[in-house]
């Protein structure tokens, strides 16, 4: 089985700032990794996703992943943060299949800081 | 870019009565749907994944009977919430995967979510 663990529920940076969140996977094959949005009462939005391409995976509004194997981590990163950017985090992992399904972890809060 | 969208966006029920939501992929056709609840807070919590025309399979722990899926077509899925309760309360997403081609990629989609608010 599959399963991402996102580190503290909470992130606060300044506007500016480099926000970096955090995501590490476990999984028994090669997986997909994805990074969601989700503003207040609304659905989840992709960010990007890795699937065994590139490893350093960009995506939309400037942000950007590096799958690391070694670390069996994928962590998101923005070199300069801005107000737009609050919004819930959650990291996702999912294994090649027509039954595979999507598991998200516990998701981060970024709050931005004017 | 695929569409999903969900209605109603928000609902507010009493409680003993029923509530239908419906998911529908506006512009491909989903091989597979999915039906999630997020608390407050919380992330998503997978409820049930469905294929058109069979019977949707649920993650243990959610009743069948009390949420009701009904895949009727490649771009349509409901859940209906039956005899709803104030712990019913939540937000509800669905989302829709397509596989492209003869590829093994899946692309998944969500919806912009339901609130229920039983009361």
């Known amino acids: 089985a599959q399963s991402v663990t996102q580190l503290g529920s909470h992130v606060s940076v300044s506007e500016g700032a480099l926000v970096l969140l955090r995501c590490n996977y476990s999984s028994s094959v090669p997986p997909y990794l994805f990074w969601y949005v989700q503003y207040p009462n609304q659905g989840l939005q992709l960010l990007l996703k890795y699937t065994s391409a590139a490893t350093l995976v960009k995506g939309i509004n400037g942000f950007e992943a590096e799958f690391k194997k070694s670390e069996t981590s994928f962590h998101l990163t923005k070199p300069s943060a801005h107000m737009s950017d609050a919004a819930e985090y959650f990291c996702a992992v999912r294994i090649t299949g027509a039954n595979s399904k999507l598991t998200f972890g516990k998701g981060i809060t970024l709050s931005v800081r004017p | 870019g695929a569409v999903v969208s969900q209605h109603p966006s928000w609902v507010i029920c009493k409680s003993g009565t029923s509530v239908k939501i419906e998911c529908r992929s506006l512009d491909f056709q989903a091989t597979t749907m999915f039906w999630y609840r997020q608390f407050p807070k919380q992330s998503l919590m997978l409820m049930a994944t469905s294929n058109e025309g069979s019977k949707a399979t649920y993650e243990q722990g959610v009743e069948k009977d009390k949420f009701l899926i009904n895949h009727a077509s490649l771009t349509l899925s409901t859940l209906t919430v039956t005899s709803a309760h104030p712990e019913d309360s939540s937000f509800y997403i669905c989302?829709?995967?397509?596989?492209?081609?003869?590829?093994?990629?899946?692309?998944?989609?969500f919806g912009p979510g339901t609130r229920l608010t039983v009361t």
């Open positions: 989302s829709a995967r397509v596989k492209f081609g003869r590829s093994l990629v899946y692309e998944q989609y």
